[in-house]
């Protein structure tokens, strides 16, 4: 048990250190502002 | 012989006539007074009452006159170990010689205590109470506190007291090095400091200290090749380890590891953050605009990171929904997010309440660099009511967030808290059967009590 | 090493340490003593109680760093059994006894132990409470040394763990004075938190302080054992 919490724990701070200096913020990830969408908008006033 | 007696000089016996042989150690048989039968004494010189395996008597073998201590006339009791068999625990070989059923002071709670035997060295026990079984050594030094203290510090570990109580010798068979006594009451006082414990035995006779180890019951079974069924294990044994023993500390070591890096990656995250505003505006928007789109002039992402979105309104009572898309200059590339500004408050019952916020906050992850503007559609109670809607709006970008940190965390720690959810509530069965448990596993007794 | 003739049987009685002033002799178990120039027959020694220890004359060992020899040895009995003490000749040229009692082996060699007030007189209590429970029978209050009667003995800390009165069933060997069977003793047991061990033995008026402590088999690698059936 110890070695897959202690890989689940490199896992982790590996994800987080990725996340913050790429500038990924996790709620909003979860909440879905992070996708974009190659679509011609037509907001031209 | 005579003949030398009357010599001046007597003759030196040789060397070639060698001293008569010793007779080399073996156990004893003796007749029992009470039934005739045959009584086999293994610990010879040491013990000094033995049970016929005929007839159950006790009889005192200090010396030659074999007295009946006390006379039986009945079968013998098969025990899970027979008087006899012998077992290696710990590279020693061991032969059990003697066995003793206790109760407790109600008669309702018994144990086992089998005696065991090594000429070289000396005797053990091995107790099974419960289902749990303890391997248990009589130490000869003086154990100060034994019996009156609520803790003992030995060996360097504290030993917490755990029961008090009677033991009573309700059945005995085999032999004993002490004048063991059917119906004999001793005062015991128990100790744990898991697997160890340290049991307190007093009675009119003597005082006696025992260290005990917790050995689990397939070590027993492979030891004396048990055949018949073991006896089941039911609740925690006092001085039983707990499962996660071995490796709780380590788990513990390594989350507040990983948690401390976590934090440092979170601590340079905030130093090295540009946290820059990128645009500010304050919008009105009037009922007539209502069903306009609100465009922002366009504004410069230099690098791509995160950019935050904080919308802010002096609402009172009122609701503001903003359906926005943060759209590239270039490439159209579109994040689409809805912001709800709702700020209740009121007066009820002589207390003032509030409800929700007058701004909003929200992030996008990874944002390419980039000329940016923002679009916006308001949806507002003023509006419907006709009334205007003041809206200021500010962009950020590369801002230290914390919610990666704490998602960081919380992953980190749940494992370990789940472990020492289990692990309290394996030691609050423990301490479930003590007198004296510690103040930490008395919680939530008050309401079993309430409860049954 | 000092060899004599067996005054009874002619036999070759030697007395390997100087410090022995008793012996029985192997072939006729005649009891000889030793005096300046030439040894005396006091009786014979009757043959000593069987028992199943490992432990014999001419068993050698280790306590403390220095290598023993058996040489001698005592059987003790009191009401509630027996065990045997066994005379140790040290490496060193010293003496030393090993008690083995219900299992557990204790070494000690003897003191002259430092005649505190305190001591004495905490001693004196103890075998009176002792002799009073014997002569007016069981009682109550004085069950066993209690909890708390410990003495100072060279900087160590000691509780009395038994008083019992003791007597010889035999003995064999060499020993550094006579013990013929019916030699009587009031013997005082006492232990120490580290498993220090002392007795104190009174004999005919005479204290003797024995200092010492408890062994593990394993500790003592013994050799040139007794051989046990079965084992």
Known sequence: MMKLYTAFCVLVVLLMTIANSQGYVMTSLLSGTARADKTINHYHK | MDESMHDKQPPSVTAASPPPEKPKGKPKTLKCPACAGTITVKAVGITINAVCSSCSSVIDITNENYQIIEKANQNTRKTLLDIGCRGRLSGVEWEVIGYIEKTDASGKYNWDEYLLYNPYYGFRFLVQDSGHWNFVKVLRQDVPGAGISSEILFEGQKFARFLTGEAIVSYVKG????????????????????????????????????????????????????KGKMPYKTGVAPNQPAPDQAWFGKLWRVAATAFAIVLAVQFTTCAIADNTEVYHEQIEVSPQQKDQTITTASFNIPKAGNVLIQSSSPIQNDWVELDMSLVNDRTNEQYELKQAIEYYQGHDGGEDWTEGSTSANTYISRVPAGSYRLLMDMDAGALMRNSPVFLSLTIMRDVPAWSNFWLATVSIFIYPLYTLLKRWRFEKTRWSESDFPPAIYRILEQEEEDAS | MKKYNCPSCGAEVTFQS??????????????????????????????????????????????????????????????????????????????????????????????????????????????????????????????????????????????????????????????????????????????????????????????????????????????????????
Request: glycine share 10%; charged share 25%.
């Open chain 3, 18 to 231: 100087s410090l022995s002033v008793y012996a029985v002799c192997l072939y006729c178990r005649s009891m000889i003593v030793r005096h300046d120039v030439d040894v005396e027959s006091i009786g014979t020694m009757a043959s000593l109680p069987d028992d199943m220890s490992p432990l014999q004359i001419g068993t050698e060992g280790f306590y403390q760093g220095r290598s023993f020899s058996i040489i001698g040895r005592m059987k003790i009995g009191w009401e509630d059994g027996a065990w045997n003490e066994w005379f140790l000749y040290m490496g060193d040229g010293e003496k030393a006894w090993l008690a083995e009692a219900q299992g557990s082996y204790a070494i000690s060699r003897e003191i002259e132990q430092p005649a505190t007030r305190d001591t004495e007189r905490a001693l004196g209590g103890w075998i009176a409470a002792f002799e009073s429970k014997e002569t007016k029978g069981f009682d109550d209050t004085a069950a066993g040394p209690e909890l708390g009667s410990s003495i100072m003995i060279e900087n160590q800390q000691l509780r009395v763990v038994d008083i019992r009165r003791t007597i010889c069933l035999g003995s064999e060997g060499e020993l550094p004075f006579a013990a013929p069977r019916g030699r009587e003793t009031l013997s005082v047991d006492l232990s120490g938190s580290n498993g220090e061990f002392c007795c104190i033995e009174i004999m005919d008026g005479k204290k003797r302080t024995y200092l010492g402590n408890y062994v593990e088999w394993d500790e003592m690698r013994c050799q040139n054992l007794r051989t046990l059936e079965g084992w």
């Open chain 2, 175 to 226: 032999e004993f090095y002490w004048r063991v006594k059917k119906g004999e009451r001793t005062f015991v006082a128990d100790y744990i400091a898991p697997p160890r414990m340290l049991s307190f035995e007093k009675n009119d006779q003597e005082i006696s200290v025992s260290l005990g180890e917790y050995i689990e019951n397939d070590v027993v079974v492979d030891a004396f090749a048990v």
